[in-house]
């Protein structure tokens, strides 16, 4: 039953993608048959054959044994300040993207990361019907991050069109980076972060297909994708990204304690208005009222309706926050079924959120301040493609839990 529900889903989801299309009629619906089906051949793939399965389970004890030495140098810096027995949120899961983060320039420096992302980028670029500026950004955003990519696109950002930088960044808003991987291996099961990284890497052509169609010249493809020749030194290099990566934990650290704080704040303004209405008989807070609302989305990923309101709650958090949010509260949530656990952690893995546009076109604004505009008058159309990406990824995945 759930399998029928999950098609019914998507049907909806691709049809709200195509009533905000630009341009209906030109829509390559065959291309993005192509990738549905590989997605599907992917979820099947990393959740239910052995050897999907030894792969997940080696990418998370690959990273498993990078946080322990990333656990190392965050010990001997901050030793000490966690009471024995507790877990620091900002020194055990936030600190170690600095590690992460350092290994990223040195594969960088090595010309290891660029040969893959544009190798990875041509065999996608023949299966998407796009650019290959398009399918390399996609591979890069997904390793380097979704504001971090830009800056190896910044020569080519003045000659982008409309058209293609709204794919880029609704790319860049999809996936999720590298470096921050290890983080959510610690928040929820690694394969679906593993499973939802390789599936949003094609929803995302999928639901920007639809949305936003076009064809791509191949001459001004091959014009606008070039590498930097400027090289910095190796210290230069591992200096910056070890700062970068410390800029991305205290970022988030700090977002965090004021989303958290928030929805504290609302839950209690919310209950207590409730409270009061009723007299005591409804113990509604603010996030089971947004649940209310995505619960009819998330029983059209295939979550059981019993754990729909949990299950849209946890959703519109991630939406209305951002995805670390919303895993701590995942944990919290006692009773989820193993299918619906799964299809809401798969939906958390991407950096879909209202914070993101501000992110990206700030972003991309500092580099370009016109292409900057551009994308921030997008911005909330960028949000609704990136989220339905999210709901398809986790509709797929739902498949075969």
């Known amino acids: 039953m759930h399998i029928l529900i999950g098609i019914i889903g998507i049907i909806f989801f691709l049809a709200l993608a195509l009533a905000a299309s630009s341009d209906k009629k030109n829509v390559r619906w065959k291309y993005i048959g192509i990738m549905l089906v590989i997605q599907l051949v992917l979820a099947y793939f990393l959740l239910k054959t052995t050897i999907g399965i030894k792969i997940v389970g080696g990418i998370a004890t690959g990273f498993g044994y990078l946080l322990k030495q990333a656990a190392v140098g965050v010990d001997f810096v901050f030793g000490g300040m966690v009471n024995e027995g507790a877990m620091s949120f900002f020194l055990s899961v936030l600190l170690p993207i600095v590690f992460i983060s350092a290994l990223i320039g040195i594969l960088q420096y090595l010309r290891i990361l660029p040969l893959i992302i544009n190798v990875l980028g041509f065999l996608i670029s023949k299966i998407n019907g796009m650019g290959r500026l ?34 880029l960044t609704a790319s860049a808003m999809s996936t999720v980076s590298a470096s921050i991987i290890g983080a959510y291996f610690t928040l929820v099961e690694p394969k679906y972060v593993v499973t939802a990284v390789v599936l949003n890497l094609f929803g995302g052509f999928i639901i920007a297909s639809i949305i936003n169609p076009y064809k791509v010249n191949e001459e001004d493809d091959k014009l606008l994708i070039s590498e930097d020749k400027k090289r910095q030194s190796f210290f230069e290099m ?128 500092s580099l370009n301040d016109e292409k900057g505009d551009i994308v921030a008058r997008f911005g909330i159309k960028l949000l609704f493609g990136a989220t339905l990406v999210s709901f398809i990824s986790a509709t797929i995945a739902g498949f075969f839990l």
């Not at 380097?144 to 058209?163: A, C, D, M, N, R």
């Not at 079924?337 to 950096?351: N, T």
């Open 134 to 167: 398009e399918s390399y950004n996609a591979v890069a955003s997904a390793i380097l991050g979704q504001s971090e990519v830009f800056i190896s696109l910044k020569k080519q950002l003045p000659y982008i069109p409309k058209h293609r930088l709204y794919t």
């Open 238 to 365: 591992l200096g910056e990204y070890i700062l970068d990566g410390f800029k991305v934990a205290v970022i988030v650290g700090a977002m965090l304690i004021g989303y958290i704080a928030l929805i504290a704040l609302l839950n209690g303004l919310v209950g207590g208005l409730f409270n009061l209405a009723s007299g005591g008989a409804i113990n509604w807070n603010f996030q089971t009222l947004i649940g209310f609302v995505f619960a009819p989305l998330a029983f059209l990923t295939g979550i059981p309706w019993s754990d729909a309101v949990d299950a849209g709650s946890i959703m519109a958090t991630k939406l209305l926050s951002n995805e670390f949010v919303a895993m701590t509260e995942l944990g919290k949530v006692d009773g989820l079924s193993e299918r619906a656990m799964g299809v809401v952690s798969v939906f958390l893995v991407s950096f879909a959120n209202f914070s993101s546009i501000g992110i990206i076109s700030g972003a991309i604004k």
